[in-house]
């Protein structure tokens, strides 16, 4: 594959291009070689990679606007933006540092915020709205979502999140009440690795594109 | 294909200064310009005078000599510059047939050609620069002072004029093509300016045209100014990121074939289509969501009048029983001479009474107001004019 590689600079990185612009940020094995244009976001346990691409300043949904065109739509979107910010203030506890790759939350947490932010006790109906919008964020790769361990992660996407960004986001954490603190892991020690997690749904398109580079 | 446009464009330019010139005069004529061709025409014509010598040319010489162009586009052109006196007979009697051409107009058509090609920048400098010798040369008068100064008056009036209305009326794309009126202007206000101090210093009687000078100045700069700062704001980002502004890539994606189209997204990455998140949106949704949760939402209604007519009404009641419980004093009547002198002046006692007409006018309430004859007159009261009545209990 690096010698491949090394012989057609330019088609490799074109192929991997299209590769990200088709299927958005892919997870690939950590000895891939870097590609011009993508940014690196290191999974916490070095085993995988995801690749996206980088953002030039100033770049960004706002130009969209500015040209005319509408955003991609995201169905319920505020509910959807909410649940993110949920994740986000229970994934992301080390407030001074960049929020990739955060911590592991959990679905108990969540709920428990949401319904925090809602100012009543929690209802059966707030888990359909939850589930739903967590799918939705983790298929446009903004959350890591692993529906079988009720377990949350935010998302490789979140990298492309600069400084003043996260000022937007801190205010957010402060107005979402906190989460309750004890991190429900199910697991022992293999509890943080995030190994299983993407084995579902992520890792079909990364092995096949380990199949087809090889 | 680039040649061609930018010379479509420079003849559009060059059209539009002489049709700005020349609209009146043509009008009369029977005769605008509508077709840069001909301006050709015209420029052969006066080519053809110039080839001709002293002894001038008739209609028909010049329409031979004129072969490259259609035989009545010639001769209507030609009518039409004999009618502005661009052409004339060779000697003026009625079976005259030779003509003899002016140089002045072909002077204008040089000048206008270039004047439109640098956007008469360079000649409005020249000009300013001639009036600063003129008025600075020893022997010049009061007069030719105020001339020069009226002179610049109007031109900077036109210039800023038509800027602000450029501003406030048409597209940007309008105000790009011709920012040219904005190019340059603090060299220009710089030279006005010098032009104006000479003046007032050598005849200070002349303030008042001058007055008139500095006003034309300032309004030209402002006119600039909103001018620049509506490019720079329709502008925003794409010009931060280098782009081209919006109207070119349209036109472009919609002239462009598949590989040029190609050519240009080479090398540039896109990301995949995703909704995006911004933090503020999120803060919006967090914030909405917050609102929605604590309380349902009233149907949407002026904000103003959702203050609940129905408490308020119920408050009020009680309020008013307050304040009637408070007069009372656990009495069943108190004289109205009474409740406005315990208020003391008048403003109170006012207040007071308003709120007993109130009470009693409240149907739910069971107090009345009741006024007799007579009043009670004392200078030395808070209120010294009081009509006597009573404020009482009714008993059901």
């Not at chain 1, 070689?33 to 999974?43: I, K, Q």
């Not at chain 2, 009036?131 to 002072?145: K, L, M, N």
């Not at chain 2, 309004?219 to 070119?248: F, H, K, M, S, W």
């Amino acid at each position: 594959m690096t010698s491949e590689a090394v012989e057609t600079g330019r088609s490799y990185n074109a192929l991997w291009w299209a590769k990200v612009q088709s299927a958005g940020a892919l997870q690939v094995s950590p000895d891939t070689p870097a590609v011009a244009g993508l940014t690196r976001a290191a999974e916490p346990d070095g085993e995988s990679v995801w690749m996206l691409p980088t953002l030039p300043d100033g770049a960004g949904h706002s130009v969209l606007e500015e040209l005319g065109t509408p955003p991609v739509a995201v169905e319920q979107p505020n509910e959807t933006a909410r649940v993110l910010a949920i994740c986000v203030t229970c994934c992301w506890q080390d407030r001074s540092g960049p929020a990739w790759p955060g911590a592991v939350g959990t679905l108990t947490q969540i709920k428990a915020v949401y319904a925090g932010l809602r100012g009543r006790p929690e209802q059966s109906s707030d888990l359909t709205l939850i589930i739903g919008s967590l799918r939705r964020l983790h298929a446009t790769s903004w959350l890591i979502w692993n529906e079988k361990a009720g377990e949350v992660r935010l998302g490789p996407r979140v990298i492309t999140w600069g400084p003043s960004q996260l000022t937007g986001l801190r205010e957010i954490c402060r107005i979402l009440p906190d989460p309750p603190r004890a991190v429900l892991t199910p697991r022992g020690p293999t509890g943080p690795a995030p190994d299983p997690l993407p084995s579902e749904d992520a890792t079909p398109p990364a092995s096949a594109s380990a199949d087809g580079d090889t | 294909m680039d040649a061609t446009l930018l010379d479509a464009e420079a003849e559009a330019a060059v059209l539009r200064v002489y049709r700005q010139v020349f609209a009146v005069l043509a009008r009369e004529a029977g005769a605008m310009i509508v077709d840069p061709e001909l301006l050709d025409v015209d420029q052969a014509i006066l080519d053809a005078f110039a080839e001709a010598g002293s002894d001038g040319l008739t209609v028909e010489q010049a329409t031979l000599a004129c072969r490259g162009y259609r035989h009545d586009v010639i001769v209507r052109r030609f009518d039409v510059l004999r009618q502005y006196g661009a052409i004339t007979k060779l000697v003026d009697r009625p079976n005259e047939l030779r003509h003899r051409a002016a140089f002045a107009p072909y002077v204008m058509l040089m000048f206008l050609k270039r004047m439109s090609a640098q956007g008469g920048q360079a000649e409005l400098h020249q000009l300013l620069t001639l009036e600063a010798h003129s008025v600075s040369d020893p022997r010049a008068v009061a007069e030719q002072g105020q001339a020069s100064i009226e002179r610049l008056t109007k031109v900077f009036r036109l210039l800023g004029n038509e800027l602000s209305i450029l501003v406030s009326t048409s597209t940007t794309a309008q105000l790009r093509e011709n920012a040219q009126l904005a190019w340059g202007n603090e060299r220009l206000i710089e030279q006005a300016e010098k032009v104006h101090r000479i003046v007032l210093d050598r005849w200070p009687a002349l303030h008042r045209a001058c007055t008139q000078l500095r006003m034309s100045l300032a309004a030209y700069a402002d006119a600039v100014q909103l001018a620049a700062g509506r490019l720079v704001e329709r502008a925003g980002t794409t010009r931060a990121l280098g782009l081209l502004p919006i109207e070119t890539w349209l036109t472009f994606t919609r002239g462009s074939g598949t590989e040029v189209l190609a050519g240009v997204l080479d090398g540039l990455l896109f990301d995949a289509a995703a909704p995006e998140f911004s933090p503020e949106g999120m803060l919006e949704a967090v914030e909405s969501g917050r609102r929605t949760g604590t309380a349902r939402m009233a149907p949407p209604r002026p904000s103003s009048e959702t203050e609940a007519p129905e408490p308020t009404a119920a408050t009020d009641r009680e309020d008013l029983r307050a304040e009637a419980e408070r007069i009372l004093a656990g009495r069943d009547s108190v004289g109205i001479v009474d409740i406005v002198d315990d208020s003391g002046d008048w403003i109170t006692a006012r207040r007071v009474l308003a709120e007993l007409t109130a009470a009693h006018l409240h149907d739910e309430l069971d107090y009345e107001l009741v006024w007799s004859d007579g009043m009670r007159i004392d200078p030395s009261a808070g209120t010294p004019w009081a009509t006597h009545g009573s404020f009482r209990r009714v008993k059901r």
